[in-house]
């Protein structure tokens, strides 16, 4: 049982254009939610991080919304350039016992094409 | 670069073995987590330890078994090796046991023949 969901495997963007990376989550404990960045032969590198307190968060070129009441998160990155293509990680964490464990979803393979 | 590295890089190996992976963490960090990553699959949390005590579990086998030792550093070992078992292995750490923000290293990819 998935409880964090990314439907889309892949998204395919021109230079300079907007892309924008859904995710969707059915544990409502989840208040704590992330997305990463991977590159082929790397590990995941943090991009940007909501707490359910807030529903948008800003970090120049990428903005991440969370949408609580249809446990839906997006992140939107403007303008999209090549060196973004990657695959895009979302994950949710909720307090168990004090410590945050994040779910991850199974990524989207963004390509930026120039 | 992270600051977390992974060793060894590749690793092939028969199914019954038994092989070891090890993490060393960003300096000044006491979290580590391990997360399996199979083909097509997400991230799966293995096991986090903080300052050397186990501090979560997740969908780890009784095959697999982990510590982290004093100078911080983690290993993750996988025994009675299946073909299953292949997969990308990560390991993540952040300076406090609350994972707001991991840092990961480049990863082990397993090969069991």
């Known amino acids: 049982d998935q409880q964090v969901k990314q439907n889309s495997p892949s998204l395919s963007v021109q230079e300079g254009r907007i892309s924008i990376l859904n995710c969707d989550y059915t544990n409502s404990m989840f208040d704590y939610f992330l997305w990463y960045k991977k590159y082929p032969a790397e590990g995941p590198t943090f991009l940007i991080s909501?707490?359910?307190?807030?529903d948008k968060n800003e970090d120049g070129r990428f903005t991440v919304f969370l949408n609580k009441s249809a446990k839906h998160l997006s992140l939107h990155i403007v303008p999209s350039q090549p060196g973004d293509s990657a695959v895009y990680f979302c994950?949710?964490?909720?307090?168990?016992?004090?410590?945050?464990?994040?779910?991850f979803g199974r990524g989207t393979s963004l390509i930026v094409h120039p | 670069d992270s600051g977390v590295t992974q060793t060894p890089k590749h690793l092939i190996t028969a199914t019954g073995q038994r092989v070891t992976l090890r993490c060393s963490p960003r300096?000044?960090?006491?979290?580590v987590y391990w997360y399996q990553q199979s083909l097509d699959q997400g991230l799966q949390f293995l096991i986090q330890?903080?300052?050397?005590?186990?501090?979560a579990k997740g969908n780890i086998l009784e095959r697999f078994s982990a510590q982290q030792f004093p100078d911080l550093h983690s290993e993750l070992n996988l025994s009675s090796l299946e073909l299953g078992d292949s997969a990308l292995y990560f390991c993540a750490s952040s300076v406090a046991a609350v994972n707001t923000e991991a840092f990961f290293g480049q990863g082990t990819r397993l090969t069991v023949v």
């Open positions: 300096s000044g960090d006491l979290s």
């Open positions: 330890y903080y300052n050397g005590e186990e501090r």
């Open positions: 994950a949710a964490s909720a307090k168990d016992g004090g410590s945050y464990i994040p779910t």
């Open positions: 909501i707490s359910s307190i807030k």
